[in-house]
């Protein structure tokens, strides 16, 4: 059972810069994904940034040039910095962890863990 213990949301003003932290029991599989998602009042959740366990990284348009999604596999930590962050940015964000299946990338795996989300505010 894989366990994920985000940190790091916060209230800044639009410009500023924020880094989230997850924190993940050990996942070993070759075709492992972690992500992180957000979801603000009213509407559906989206994907922000995914990461397979070969490195290779998805970013949704609207934060492309603005996150930075990492990884140190040595301390099972995912990373989200956030810079320029806009007032639209606004959302509890969520980390993930899944598997992917054969032939298909991490922005469609399936996330079957997640963490218990991070508020991120930005006016």
């Known amino acids: 059972h894989v366990q994920l213990v985000e940190s790091g949301g916060g209230s800044v003003q639009a410009g500023g810069s924020l880094r989230l932290s997850c924190a993940a029991s050990a996942i070993t599989y070759s075709n492992s994904c972690m992500g992180w998602f957000r979801q603000a009042p009213g509407k559906e959740r989206e994907g922000v940034a995914v990461?397979?366990?070969?490195?290779?990284?998805t970013y949704a348009d609207s934060v492309k040039g603005r996150f930075t999604i990492s990884k140190d596999s040595a301390k099972n930590t995912l990373y989200l910095q956030m810079n320029s962050l806009k007032p639209e940015d606004t959302a509890m964000y969520y980390c993930?962890?899944?598997?992917?299946?054969?032939?298909?990338?991490?922005?469609?795996?399936?996330?079957?863990?997640w963490g218990q989300g991070t508020q991120v505010t930005v006016s």
């Open positions: 993930a962890a899944g598997l992917r299946a054969v032939g298909v990338g991490c922005w469609s795996a399936s996330y079957n863990y």
């Open positions: 990461i397979a366990s070969y490195d290779a990284r």
